[in-house]
């Protein structure tokens, strides 16, 4: 499975701080993970990095870098992330399961302003895939230029979205409930054409960003299996205290960035939470929201245990902190939208 990678901050953050300097960066779990405990362990099906820079001009639209070649390979990329800084930042590493080495498979996709990455599988894919594509609309259809499942889920999102009132060709920022309706509405999809076939579980961790807001889920269609594994951290600085050593610093009360990552980029279990499973999490003015998909899969006793041996053999569980106790003791109406209190560390959340 992949791996990728979210920031968002006040101040821009040189690439380089988040994808190759970090000991545990995301560059270096591609050939090094440490939650991934399968028989492939490297991410080397190619890599992409997608970041919004300041513009004088009506074009918003993401910087946008992919390339097919290892990302620990890739000697333009050491050299771009150098020199380059940005408020939010999309990175992403592959390992395929559907779709054939290229760039037009590799993460972030982008629409306009609108960019998407995926990190999971779905399952029965060559099934429904006709469903899908019948179910959107020709232009959104139009665009899809690879062959991966995360790309057609992509072109549903894009339709889910104008469905939901969002003009997808206005390179405006959409607002954050539509943004989260929207993907959930992907996720239901999804998971309904999904059901008549036997198979696996799909992982559906997908991350979506109009340039300003963020929401990323994470998701498997199953009540007994653990999803693939969403963690995220919040502080005031993040920062290098020895050479490839980096820890999120809190200073004082400020949230001056947020990031999320497939696996932390730090060894300091203090500095992230695990995302619940079946849930989203979703970055609005660096406020961190934590909402519930409530649907036939979802446990609303988030204690309770689920398998993690689908997941683990996908190498997508670890042991970190986790935030499920978050949605505990909470009646199920009172916790959609419950905000996450800036200091991490004021939760009780160690297993």
Not at 205 to 231: C, H, M, P, Q, R
Not at 309 to 325: K, L
């Amino acid at each position: 499975m992949c791996r990728f990678l979210i920031y968002k901050g006040k101040e821009p953050i040189t690439l380089n701080n988040l994808l190759t300097k970090p000991q545990h960066s995301i560059i270096n779990q591609s050939y090094d993970s440490r939650l991934r405990i399968d028989a492939q362990p490297v991410n080397g099906d190619g890599f992409g990095v997608g970041y919004y820079i300041p513009n004088d001009n009506e074009d918003n639209s993401p910087c946008l870098y992919k390339a097919i070649t290892p990302a620990w390979n890739n000697l333009n990329l050491q050299r771009i992330s150098e020199k380059t800084k940005s408020k939010l930042i999309f990175a992403h590493v592959r390992a395929s399961t559907y779709g054939v080495l290229s760039e037009t498979n590799c993460h972030p996709f982008t629409y306009k302003n609108i960019m998407f990455m995926h990190n999971g599988g779905i399952s029965n894919f060559n099934k429904i895939k006709l469903k899908l594509i019948n179910f959107i609309d020709e232009e959104f259809f139009l665009q899809i230029k690879g062959s991966t499942d995360s790309e057609c889920c992509f072109a549903l999102f894009l339709h889910c979205l104008k469905t939901n009132g969002f003009d997808v060709d206005s390179g405006e920022v959409c607002d954050i409930d539509i943004l989260r309706k929207s993907l959930v509405d992907t996720i239901q999809n999804i998971k309904n054409w999904v059901k008549d076939f036997k198979g696996e579980p799909s992982l559906l961790n997908f991350a979506v960003t109009d340039g300003e807001n963020i929401v990323v889920s994470k998701y498997v269609n199953s009540k007994v299996d653990e999803a693939a594994s969403l963690y995220f951290s919040t502080g005031s600085n993040f920062v290098e205290f020895a050479p490839g050593m980096f820890k999120m610093e809190r200073m004082n009360k400020n949230q001056n960035l947020v990031m999320i990552a497939s696996e932390p980029l730090t060894f300091e279990r203090n500095d992230w939470l695990s995302v619940p499973t079946n849930s989203t999490i979703s970055i609005r003015n660096l406020n961190v929201l934590l909402h519930p998909i409530i649907d036939e899969y979802y446990i609303d006793d988030q204690s309770s245990a689920r398998s993690n041996h689908y997941a683990s053999s996908q190498g997508m569980i670890g042991s970190y902190p986790t935030a499920q106790d978050t949605f505990n003791d909470v009646p199920p109406l009172e916790r959609e939208g419950r905000a996450i209190p800036s200091r991490q560390a004021s939760l009780s959340t160690v297993n």
